[in-house]
């Protein structure tokens, strides 16, 4: 089984409608993080969490929310979605940080198209 | 804030042989990672190798090989004896030692060609 699951993997939607994306890890991380990819941009930090009761920013965090629901649960909402929001969405997740070395392991990501 | 830059969107190899791929970044820390990842056709994010900035020695790992060059803030990724599956978008990234947050440049399709 795959340590990172992202829910669902492709979602059409319409422009106005709400739209949750679910990441979920096995793999006992602290720390969980959402990018956005688009082409010819690379990856996006959207918003990341320390822990559950510890959420940040990231650099495109506008129009988007986020809840840790627990230390394995990480959703993203788009409380109205857009077009411009169409792009492939990743869930990431690492042990907490410091000078160790610590690798992001990645989702399969959502496919996330807004008509 | 720190930027990654890959100024290589496309790149084309042939089967077996060496490929690189270019990235630079600007950063006034002085102790960061760095890393190489890749995208198949399949979406998954696989990391291909990392280097700690506080390390002069390049990191290699099997056919893949790094050129880091600080002072230049360069890190460019050399694929030897390409093969088929080597076939992907390529992603440079940085993180801050003290950090979690990676920074991604645009990435770079490369095609290996048979």
């Known amino acids: 089984d795959a340590d990172v699951t992202q829910t669902p993997r492709n979602r059409i939607t319409k422009t106005g409608k709400r739209i949750m994306l679910e990441c979920s890890q096995t793999k006992g991380h602290d720390r969980m993080y959402w990018y956005r990819q688009d082409p010819g941009l690379g990856l996006r930090l959207i918003y990341y969490s320390f822990d559950v009761k510890d959420i940040n920013k990231g650099e495109i965090s506008d129009g988007y929310s986020v809840s840790r629901q627990a230390q394995a649960k990480f959703s993203l909402s788009l409380e109205s979605a857009i077009p411009n929001q169409t792009a492939l969405y990743f869930c990431a997740t690492s042990e907490s940080s410091g000078r160790a070395y610590n690798e992001q392991f990645f989702g399969p990501g959502t496919r996330l198209t807004v008509l | 804030a720190q930027t990654v830059t890959q100024s290589q969107p496309e790149m084309s190899v042939q089967e077996a042989e060496t490929v690189t791929l270019s990235c630079t970044y600007d950063t006034s820390e002085s102790d960061y990672y760095l890393f190489w990842y890749k995208q198949p056709p399949s979406r998954q994010m696989i990391l291909v190798i990392r280097q700690e900035a506080y390390k002069q020695q390049n990191a290699t790992e099997n056919r893949f090989s790094v050129n880091f060059q600080k002072a230049a803030k360069s890190f460019s990724l050399k694929i030897s004896d390409s093969q088929l599956g080597d076939a992907a978008m390529y992603f440079c990234?940085?993180?801050?030692?003290?950090?979690?947050?990676?920074?991604f440049g645009e990435g770079t399709q490369l095609t290996v060609n048979p």
């Open positions: 990234a940085y993180r801050e030692t003290s950090g979690s947050r990676l920074t």
